[in-house]
């Protein structure tokens, strides 16, 4: 069994900055893919940062030049680094990895979302 356990959030002012992190346990082979979404209120759940482990990466146009997400494979964590924090970051954040576990197979996993206000 997989489980995604999110820290990091909390409460900044409008140009600050905080890292989110993402740490998987369990029968862990290999963290595949890499991801974050928000969802504001009221809001639809949104893209913010991706990444595949061929290194290939994508940011929403939103968060361009202020966000980056990262991963330690060592640790079995992802990251995202936010600068310049703006009001409209303002979500509850979730990181998605598609993991292949010790049994190989694999699976698209959830953490429980980190609250960020600005």
């Known amino acids: 069994q997989v489980q995604l356990v999110e820290s990091g959030g909390g409460l900044v002012q409008a140009g600050g900055s905080l890292r989110l992190s993402c740490a998987a346990s369990?029968?862990?082979?290999?963290?595949?893919?890499m991801a974050w979404y928000r969802q504001a209120p009221e809001k639809q759940r949104e893209f913010v940062a991706g990444?595949?482990?061929?290194?290939?990466?994508n940011y929403a146009e939103s968060v361009k030049g202020r966000f980056t997400i990262s991963r330690d494979d060592a640790k079995n964590t992802v990251y995202l680094q936010m600068n310049s924090l703006k009001p409209e970051d303002t979500a509850v954040y979730y990181c998605?990895?598609?993991?292949?576990?010790?049994?190989?197979?694999?699976?698209?996993?959830w953490g429980q979302g980190t609250q960020v206000s600005g």
């Open positions: 998605n990895l598609q993991i292949t576990a010790t049994s190989r197979s694999t699976a698209s996993y």
């Open positions: 369990g029968s862990i082979f290999r963290i595949n893919t």
């Open positions: 990444g595949t482990n061929g290194g290939v990466i």
